[in-house]
């Protein structure tokens, strides 16, 4: 449809040029891969379920390509060194899960105050609390809300298989540069764990702004010296807060107008469209083939961009179909900014996490539990 | 024919300090700026501020800084040390709540890293900021706006003496407590910081410098009083001098 994209054909198109070489690996790996082919060589991070293979990777790979790798003593202090590091000018990255996203929303709510382009990738487990430490999709609200105190955005990139989380990588480091604002990739134990076969390529997006921001000691300056802050306090900032207002809010709305990308599944003659993010957009497809195969005229939606979301899309979609089913591994957070965009032109059903096979905190929604659902609404 | 004698170092610019009058952090932004000078290395050193008044340093002395949240300044010194290593010299400046409060576990697993960073610590025994309340580092019995009648250990306990401290960390190849209450006292200040400094260009670990510092409004005191309570009172509760330097173990 008008206005949405295939980012992975696009990705690959984009990167035609460059030497491809083709693996079978993990999600979590492909998001090391894909940062150490965007030059990302600086990573922060703290252990913790269910994404301890992504911060392993970074220990073992990154001292061989003289990159830095340090395990932190906590969640705020890895995310206070990305700020660091970020600050110099470098790519740098952290990732963690559920508990330790809330413990770094202090911290990323400062680096979206100083516009410190970086990526931070959450393996979501089942909250709130300690919850689990089995997959889940239970903090959609706190990625595209912000997470910390103060109004902030999130880019947030919700890939659904492995290459995409290996291109998204690359992806989110340009559009962090490119916006001079961090983003965030949200995934989930099932993606991290998933092996699928992943093209290993450099993507070229474009062109960047340069860094002269950048912490480097001013005799690499000129002698003009760089203040990096969160603190828009008069007389002790850089900058006025009603300046740095009217500034990141025309960034916003450009991420907004520029950033929206989501990619439709059999959705041409559709009566009823799946709504589905990450692993479950996988299930939801695989639900909607067989409903196909049964006759029936249902599709899949998938936001890829949770921030900004694609509204102007699913609203252009209310009034082709006839009702939508969203489908989450959580008691329904996307369901809302959903409604918000159809607006009441059709119909909005949620199949959530309590459709999962098995009520012990283990489990997922199967193909089959959303097939059943389809059978009913159509 | 005139002869300059004494200036003001050309890191520091014309801005008015915003510190309160009888403050020492005016002086230790000088001993900084004065410090850097003398090493040659201003144009390669980069600041990180924390959240305190001496946030306020990066406004008057004309060196890249990054502000750090509240606790975590040693975390944003390592993320940029880990950068440029000794392409940059990285210090910390950190007040008593931010240090040894908030940001204690940053400020002892930088140490027990061994991160090659200068750490300048603030001590003036109470949060000047917010006006006045208790700090780990103020003294037993000291009246502050969060302990009225004065700090009780029993439910208060005692004051944190964060340079011994240091001290006993392997990672950590220099500490000690300085003031800068008289001219004397500003020498040898001088010299530990030009010292703490040294030990990070030989890329030897951290360095760790605490100045007692003094806080008129909060502790309720004119200027002249408060440098009384330093020297009489202060300084008996943390005593001044080298409390290690040695050259990294290997």
New interface residues.
């Given amino acids: 449809m008008e206005g949405c994209r295939l980012v992975s054909t696009k990705l690959s198109q984009q990167g035609a040029a460059a030497e491809a070489t083709r693996v079978l690996i993990t999600g979590n790996e492909a998001i090391g891969w894909g940062a150490i082919y965007a030059g990302c060589i600086?990573y922060?991070g703290y252990p913790i379920t269910p994404q301890n293979e992504l911060t392993e990777f970074f220990a073992r790979e990154l001292p061989k390509i003289g990159g830095?790798f340090?395990q932190?003593?906590?969640e705020?202090?890895?995310i206070?060194?990305?700020?660091?590091?970020?600050?110099?000018?470098?790519r740098?990255m952290t990732t963690t899960s559920s508990p330790g996203f809330s413990l770094m929303g202090?911290?990323l709510s400062?680096i979206a105050a100083?516009e410190m382009p970086c990526l931070v990738v959450d393996v979501q487990r089942g909250g709130p609390g300690l919850g689990t430490t089995q997959t889940a999709q239970t903090d959609y609200l706190q990625a595209t809300k912000g997470g910390g105190h103060g109004g902030y955005h999130n880019i947030v990139l919700a890939p659904a298989s492995a290459q995409e989380m290996f291109d998204f990588t690359q992806l989110a480091f340009y559009l962090a540069d490119k916006y001079r604002h961090h983003v965030l990739m949200l995934t989930d134990g099932i993606l991290g764990q998933m092996m699928e076969s992943v093209e290993l390529k450099a993507l070229d997006f474009g062109p960047l702004p340069a860094k002269d921001w950048a912490?480097?000691?001013?005799?690499?300056?000129g002698?003009r010296?760089?203040?990096?802050?969160?603190?828009k306090v008069a007389?002790?900032a850089p900058e006025l807060y009603g300046d740095y207002l009217l500034r990141i809010n025309e960034k916003y709305q450009a991420m907004e107008e520029n950033e929206v990308r989501c990619e439709t599944y059999r959705t041409e003659d559709a009566d009823l469209v799946l709504v589905a993010y990450g692993s479950s957009a996988r299930i939801a497809m695989e639900a909607v083939d067989e409903a196909r195969a049964e006759g029936r005229r249902v599709g899949v939606f998938r936001p890829l961009t949770l921030w900004p979301f694609p509204k102007r899309q699913v609203r252009a979609l209310a009034d082709q179909v006839s009702q939508f089913l969203v489908v989450e591994d959580s008691l329904g957070q996307m369901v809302e900014d959903v409604r918000a965009a159809v607006a009441e032109r059709a119909p909005v059903h949620l199949l959530g996490i309590l459709a999962r096979d098995d009520k012990g905190g283990g489990g997922m929604i199967l193909p089959g539990r959303v097939l059943q659902e389809v059978r009913e609404l159509t | 024919m005139s002869k300059v004698v004494a200036g003001k170092p050309a890191q520091i610019n014309d801005r008015q300090f915003?510190w309160c009058p009888g403050c020492h952090y005016g002086i230790i932004t000088r001993l900084i700026a004065e410090t850097l000078e003398e090493l040659g290395v201003?144009?390669?050193?980069?600041g990180?501020s924390p959240v305190g008044c001496s946030?306020?340093m990066?406004?008057y002395l004309?060196?890249?800084?990054?502000?750090?949240?509240h606790?975590?300044a040693p975390?944003?010194?390592?993320?940029?040390?880990?950068?440029?290593h000794g392409?940059?010299l990285v210090f910390t400046v950190q007040g008593d709540g931010d240090l040894c409060a908030i940001g204690m576990?940053?400020a002892m697993?930088a140490a027990?890293?061994g991160e090659n960073i200068t750490m300048i610590f603030l001590n003036n025994a109470n949060y000047g900021t917010t006006g006045g309340q208790l700090a780990p580092t103020s003294l037993v019995g000291q009246v502050t706006s969060t302990t009225p009648d004065g700090r009780d250990p029993q439910r208060a306990g005692y004051p944190v003496h964060m340079a011994e401290l240091m001290a006993t960390m392997r990672g950590v190849v220099y500490a000690a407590r300085c003031a800068v209450n008289t001219a004397a006292n500003f020498t040898r200040a001088r010299k530990a910081l030009k010292t703490a400094f040294q030990k990070q260009i030989e890329g030897q670990g951290l360095s760790f410098v605490e100045i007692l510092s003094a806080c008129p409004p909060n502790w309720h005191k004119s200027p002249t009083d408060a440098l009384a309570w330093i020297a009489e009172t202060m300084i008996r509760e943390y005593p001044l001098g080298e409390l290690k330097n040695v050259a990294r173990v290997e």
């Fill in positions: 600086h922060f830095e340090i932190a003593e906590s705020f202090a890895a206070s060194m990305v700020y660091g590091a970020a600050a110099c000018g470098v740098a202090e911290g400062a100083a912490l480097r000691g001013i005799a690499r300056k002698g010296n760089s203040v990096i802050s969160s603190l007389g002790m | 915003m201003a144009g390669k050193t980069i990180v946030l306020a990066h406004e004309t060196l890249d800084f990054a502000d750090a949240l606790g975590r975390a944003v010194a390592t993320g940029i040390k880990r950068v440029h392409d940059a576990g940053d697993n027990v890293r």
